[in-house]
């Protein structure tokens, strides 16, 4: 039986997703996609999922699109095919899930490896680990939302100098840069990680959910759009549950028990 390239687990609210080709230092292939695409639906359905934890089997996080694949020489070979099809539903979906996604950066991110943990909500990464953007020595664009994140994320004098020069970036700069949340030590990630994942789940989902929406219609928005789409949001947020268990709590002086309603 051949091993599965993506291991899912579920546990106290958190869905912990585990990219599963340690030998390719977890690059995408077909396969892959496909499970990865399986573990979403599953994720998108369950709604006792309040969290997502995403992280990488072994010494790598991923190295991207699996070379291997590319290996023959095919002149009806369409990157632009494999993107519409594989890397950019991959990338929207993540970016529209209603829930909070961690991304734990166990080791090298490269390639749409690295723009895969960089659309996630949270990045933490082992201080061992690096993110490269590898594109350019293959001569390619980056793709999976890398020309879109890395000049919002570092501004654009250092998006261009990852993108064209394609140095590994270490995880430390990476966190000085403003690229991902935070950079901890390598024999503490998974434990920060998971504690983080439960702490989300227990938030108000709802609320964190329409957080990321808002967060990611401003990149299109001017400032009255936004002001507008604050308006509708919070009038959604203010009809959850969770909003007035929180205003309970916070008069009763006690911690919130929210429900993700
Ligand atoms: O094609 C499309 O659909 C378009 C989409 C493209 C998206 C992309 O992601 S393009 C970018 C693809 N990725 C890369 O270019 C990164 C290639 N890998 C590397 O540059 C290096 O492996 C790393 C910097 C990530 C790590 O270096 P190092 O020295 O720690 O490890 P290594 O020795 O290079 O790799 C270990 C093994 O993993 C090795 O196999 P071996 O020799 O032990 O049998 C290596 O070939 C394999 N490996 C690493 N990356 C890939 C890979 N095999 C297939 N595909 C890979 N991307």
């Not at 007035?244 to 929210?258: N, S």
Request: hydrophobic share 45%.
């Amino acid at each position: 039986m051949t091993e599965p390239s993506i291991l899912l687990e579920i546990a106290d609210r958190v869905a912990t997703v585990t990219l599963h080709r340690p030998e390719r230092l977890n690059a995408f292939d077909e396969a892959m996609h496909a499970q990865l695409a399986q573990a979403l639906d599953r994720i998108e359905l369950d709604r006792a999922i309040r969290a997502v934890l995403l992280t990488g089997a072994g010494r790598a996080f991923c190295a991207g699109q699996d070379l291997g694949e590319r290996q023959i020489a095919d002149p009806t070979l369409d990157l632009g095919a494999t993107l519409d099809r594989l890397y950019n539903p991959l990338i929207r979906r993540l970016q529209r899930l209603e829930r909070p996604v961690l991304c734990a950066v166990n080791g090298v991110a490269a390639g749409a490896g690295a723009n895969l943990a960089l659309a996630c909500d949270i990045v933490l990464a082992a201080r061992s680990a690096s993110f490269i953007q590898a594109f350019c020595k293959l001569g390619l664009v980056p793709d999976s939302g890398g020309t879109f994140i890395l000049p919002r994320l570092v501004g654009p004098a250092r998006a261009m100098g990852l993108a064209m020069i394609g140095e590994p970036l270490p995880a430390e700069q990476a966190e000085a840069w403003g690229l991902i949340w935070r950079c901890v030590d390598d024999d503490r990630l998974m434990e920060e990680a998971h504690a983080l994942a439960a702490h989300l789940a227990t938030q108000p989902t709802r609320g964190l959910g329409l957080t990321k929406r808002a967060l990611h219609a401003s990149a299109g928005n001017g400032l009255d759009e936004q002001l507008d789409l604050e308006r509708d949001l919070q009038r959604e947020a203010g009809r959850t549950e969770d909003y007035q268990e929180g205003v309970a709590a916070f008069l009763g002086k006690r911690q919130p028990a929210f429900k993700g309603r």
